[in-house]
């Protein structure tokens, strides 16, 4: 299948590019959340840039969509409508945000484009309405086992933590830092010892970092910090346990369901977690069994071929209803949303 979809989560795509089909990631001369195509990740061959104007409108199978917008844009710029004419799905990777639990997704008011969501977390607290729904769990593609943990530090990795703040638990890592020093990954660290008011001695803000690098130098740290409040599953987390690290997880989300207790600690108690990262700096060896079980764990669950077999079969499904419906549209079908695109 020929399957359009925009760079929008870059760790999710990195294994939702690993299939069997081609993937078509619009690109445009400034990137940015329309346009960033590959954006120089190291992807098959199977993943192109498009210029989603110059598109044959015809020879998409499929569309992936990740954003409420992302509808409008593919009808008006193709003439083909997702849903309708055009087969389409609905990824959600985020918790829902405002009146939870009655936030209403934005298309739950609509049966023609199913809803896949990527923790039963998220299925359970957004009201879908009237939208059919799934759940495919994250996969990974494997870094392989990774971890030295020879720094006695406590890795985490989290994006925009001064801006997001309490959803990332940015108020958390005060406490924290009183029971092992941090380094902290990812992009927008700026700010975040004023922002937490943590010693320089405690706190390495080691910013953003090629992938592969990334996991190297996390790998080389004692045990890996998940102090998310609100959010959805961080793939970093699943990264850290594939790379063969123990774990220190606050009891929340979907993270309750995706760490066993055998794999470092996971509590909603902040003390109860930094007692037990204290442990694990102190005792190298208890650190690297429980990492070792951490890495079982996310093999078992959270593997690339599982998750593409699941992707696999709703795409399957997208298929046959996109040849139903052009039986039931006539021969001219291609020819007129061919007409209708926009050059």
Not at 297 to 308: D, K
């Amino acid at each position: 299948m020929r399957i359009l979809l925009w760079h929008v989560h870059g760790s999710w795509t990195d294994a939702f590019v690993r299939g069997r089909h081609e993937y078509l990631l619009p690109v445009l001369p400034g990137g940015g959340p329309w346009g960033l195509g590959r954006a120089g990740r190291d992807w098959p061959a199977s993943v192109r840039e498009v210029a989603l104007a110059e598109l044959d409108a015809g020879s998409i199978d499929a569309v992936v969509l990740q954003r409420p917008e992302e509808a409008a844009e593919v009808a008006r710029v193709l003439g083909r409508r997702p849903g309708v004419d055009l087969p389409a799905v609905y990824v959600e990777h985020n918790t829902p945000k405002g009146d939870v639990p009655f936030t209403v997704h934005p298309l739950g008011e609509q049966r023609d484009i199913p809803i896949v969501h990527v923790t039963h977390f998220n299925e359970l607290f957004w009201d879908s309405g009237r939208a059919p729904t799934k759940v495919i769990e994250h996969g990974i593609a494997d870094p392989g086992y990774l971890y030295t943990g020879e720094v006695p530090e406590l890795g985490v990795v989290v994006n925009e933590p001064v801006r997001r703040g309490r959803v990332t638990g940015t108020d958390l890592l005060h406490r924290f830092s009183t029971a092992a020093p941090l380094q902290v990954f990812g992009m927008g660290g700026g700010g975040l010892a004023e922002a937490t008011g943590i010693p320089a001695v405690r706190l390495t803000v080691r910013g953003d970092l090629k992938t592969a690098e990334l996991h190297w130098e996390l790998a080389r740290c004692r045990a890996y910090l998940h102090p998310l409040r609100w959010t959805s599953l961080g793939l970093a987390l699943l990264e850290a346990m594939h790379l063969g690290m123990p774990v220190l997880a606050l009891a929340t989300t979907e993270a309750a369901r995706a760490v066993p207790p055998e794999a470092g600690c996971i509590s909603t108690d902040v003390e109860e977690l930094s007692r037990c990262a204290r442990r694990l700096v102190n005792d190298p060896e208890e650190a690297r069994r429980r990492g070792k079980a951490a890495r079982e764990a996310a093999l078992e669950r959270y593997g690339l071929e599982r998750f593409l077999a699941d992707w696999d079969e709703v795409l399957g499904e997208l298929a046959a209803s996109g040849d139903a419906a052009l039986k039931g549209s006539g021969p001219d079908a291609l020819s007129a949303a061919r007409e209708r695109n926009v050059h």
